[in-house]
């Protein structure tokens, strides 16, 4: 089945910028959408379509993409951004949705 | 405002059955597709599948098949999540979660989440 890989942690000191990749091969192909989890809530999209913002969301995150990797930037890190954070894509036919494995960020 | 409001958490013996249901409201339900999630303890999400609220047509991602069913009421803009079998695996968080306005391929309304303990 297709995955995608994520690094399992990142750490940064607050102010500084802390990046994200995730990695697959039908990346090229297929959008990739960002989701942050904090202990105990839902998930809540950050970025889709690569590299759009939802309504709501900071701009100190930002999404990029090239060839079968796709990156969450979150410039300026903050205390509150401490989470768990998922890609996700679909397979290179569409038909199947798929998440990352998962990055722990921590807020040094 | 939109939201999914999910039943409570369940307790339940090896063997048995859950049924987990999803209430929708301030959007039309059968405007958007719904998707499920699983998150085990300690885990990553799993996208487990999803259901045409249009049409009732389920679409099951790969290990999400023979034991878990999709459903729905669009009568009470509801949607279910049946686990028959139980195994102790079957514990985690199950999660519904609405497409999103954005992408269809995105979700941007998620439930709260349902804890199922799969205990003897």
């Known amino acids: 089945s297709y995955e995608l890989t994520q690094p399992p942690s990142v750490s940064v000191s607050p102010g500084q910028t802390a990046r994200i990749t995730c990695s697959g091969d039908?990346?090229?192909?297929?959008?990739a959408y960002w989701y942050q989890q904090k202990p105990g809530q839902a998930p809540v999209l950050v970025i889709y379509?690569?590299?759009e913002r939802p309504s709501g969301i900071p701009e100190r995150f930002s999404g990029s993409s090239s060839g079968t990797t796709v990156t969450l930037t979150i410039s300026g890190v903050q205390a509150e951004d401490e989470a768990d954070y998922y890609c996700?894509?679909?397979?290179?036919?569409?038909?199947?949705?798929?998440f990352g494995t998962g990055t722990k960020v921590t807020v040094l | 405002q939109v939201q999914l409001v999910q039943s409570g958490s369940e307790l339940k013996k090896p063997g048995a059955s859950v049924k987990v249901s999803c209430k929708a409201s301030?959007?039309?339900?059968?405007?958007?597709?719904m998707n499920w999630v699983r998150q085990a303890p300690g885990q990553g999400l799993e996208w487990m599948g999803w259901?045409?609220?249009?049409?009732?047509?389920?679409t099951y991602a790969q290990g999400f098949t023979g034991r878990f069913v999709f459903s729905l009421d669009t009568s009470v803009s509801t949607a279910y999540l049946q686990i028959s079998s139980l195994k102790a695996e079957d514990t985690a968080v199950y999660y519904c979660?609405?497409?999103?306005?954005?992408?269809?391929?995105?979700?941007?309304?998620w439930g709260q989440g349902t804890m199922v303990t799969v205990s003897s």
């Open positions: 979660a609405r497409d999103s306005d954005y992408d269809d391929d995105a979700f941007d309304i």
């Open positions: 301030g959007y039309t339900f059968t405007s958007y597709a």
């Open positions: 259901i045409n609220t249009n049409t009732g047509n389920p």
């Open positions: 039908a990346l090229p192909k297929q959008y």
């Open positions: 379509k690569d590299s």
């Open positions: 996700q894509s679909a397979d290179s036919s569409g038909t199947y949705k798929v």
